[in-house]
């Protein structure tokens, strides 16, 4: 599918009000990415608007380029500049360690760094030169759902689950702006799953924070989502509301649709 013209993107440029988008947090504009070891387009001009303070939920087939679109959004993967703007700046000028304190991302297996529970969520502030007090570190357990009876624990004695949420504790720690979760429960137990969705949406409804999510999992994006995205072979095909998903028009989208419900 050719995006070359302005005029056939403004569909993947709507806010749940279905109002053009003025002040998107993200802004995305013909990203693009070529493998540097085959060649082969990995993302082909992607574009996309990202409204503030809602989840958006991004679904695709495997290898479509959902992580990669992701990572470009934080600079782990360096997209080319003029192509990705955080409320309205272009990301590749900005400071790449302020931007992904704003930006904080978590990946399907939580990697937790040697030490306390509690070290790990005084890491990013202690970068900046601020000690986090016990009680700063409880409120931020507590945010993401954990009681303060694991500030103490050893990173090596918790479930995947709990490691995810410590994760969140951490990278909330940064007080960022924007959560970008890649497969955040897919390792995860019903329950646990249970408990990061309703640390995402409270999130959303507390502290007004944007939240981009890639799931395998149409009936979480259904759950948690206010908007969806549906991403095919490197593009952004179609933007659409969760309960709206089966009016999905392009090809492949609705065939993943079908084979994912
Ligand atoms: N470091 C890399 N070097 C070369 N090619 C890569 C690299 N990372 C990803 N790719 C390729 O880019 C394409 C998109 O990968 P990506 O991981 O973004 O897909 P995805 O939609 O997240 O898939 P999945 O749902 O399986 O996680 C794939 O064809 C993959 O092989
Ligand atoms: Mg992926």
């Not at 608007?49 to 992580?67: E, H, R």
């Not at 470009?72 to 080319?80: D, F, G, K, S």
């Not at 951490?170 to 970008?180: F, G, I, K, Y």
């Not at 969806?228 to 999905?248: F, H, R, T, W």
Request: hydrophobic share 40%; proline share 5%; glycine share 6%.
């Amino acid at each position: 599918m050719e995006n070359n013209s302005d005029d056939l993107l403004e569909h993947l440029m709507v806010n749940v009000d279905d109002t053009p988008e003025t002040n998107p947090k993200f802004h995305v504009h013909k990203l693009m990415n070529v493998s540097e070891t085959t060649g082969d387009l990995i993302l082909r001009g992607l574009c996309v608007d990202i409204p503030k303070g809602l989840i958006i939920g991004v679904i695709g087939p495997s290898g479509s380029g959902k992580s990669t679109f992701l990572r470009a959004l934080n600079r782990l993967w360096e997209p080319p500049s003029g192509t990705v703007f955080l409320d309205g700046k272009d990301i590749c000028d900005l400071d790449v360690l302020s931007l992904r304190r704003k930006v904080g991302m978590l990946f399907q297996l939580p990697v937790l760094f040697e030490g306390t529970v509690a070290d790990n969520v005084r890491y990013g502030p202690k970068l900046r030169g601020k000690k986090l007090t016990d009680l700063e570190v409880v409120a931020l357990l507590n945010l993401a759902d954990l009681d303060s009876s694991f500030a103490e624990k050893n990173g090596g004695e918790l479930s995947v689950g709990q490691a995810q949420r410590v994760a969140l504790a951490r990278t909330l720690a940064n007080d960022p702006e924007v959560l970008l979760l890649d497969e955040p429960t897919s390792a995860l137990d019903p329950i646990s799953t249970q408990n990061i969705e309703d640390v995402i949406v409270k999130l959303k409804t507390n502290r007004d924070l944007t939240t981009i999510i890639v799931s395998h999992s149409v009936k979480q994006i259904q759950r948690i989502a206010d908007l969806v995205c549906l991403l095919v072979d490197g593009e952004i095909v179609e933007v659409l509301k969760p309960n709206n998903l089966s009016q999905a028009k392009h090809p492949m989208a609705l065939r993943f649709l079908e084979l994912s419900s």
